[in-house]
Nanobody, 115 residues
Framework: QVQVVESGGGLVQPGGSLRLSCVAS????????MGWYRQAPGKVRELVAT???????SYADSVKGRFTISRDNAKNTVYLQMNSLKPEDSANYYC?????????WGKGTLVTVSS
């Protein structure tokens, strides 16, 4: 069973920054892509950013220019650097790992942007 664990959430003021981390308990060679999704109360889960095994990235329009996804293959870890945070970025952030065409999810980490 693949374990996916997120960390790094918290309370931050508007305009601030946070870095989320996600560790997967599987060889990086088995991972096709990793990504971050978020879900705010009463809303559907939405894609935030993804990064493929080859390093290609994609972002939701709402976070382009503010968020950066990256990965450390040696640590089986993906990061989400979030800058210029806005109250509308508040949500539970979930990490998704595509292992040989099968999806695995973490339990999420809460990000709250508020003054």
């Amino acid at each position: 069973q693949v374990q996916v664990v997120e960390s790094g959430g918290g309370l931050v003021q508007p305009g601030g920054s946070l870095r989320l981390s996600c560790v997967a308990s599987v060889s990086i060679n088995s991972i096709r892509a990793m990504g971050w999704y978020r879900q705010a109360p009463g809303k559907v889960r939405e894609l935030v950013a993804t990064i493929t095994n080859g390093g290609s990235t994609s972002y939701a329009d709402s976070v382009k220019g503010r968020f950066t996804i990256s990965r450390d293959n040696a640590k089986n870890t993906v990061y989400l650097q979030m800058n210029s945070l806005k109250p509308e970025d508040s949500a539970n952030y979930y990490c998704n790992v595509d292992v040989l065409f099968r999806d695995y999810w973490g339990k999420g980490t809460l990000v709250t942007v508020s003054s």
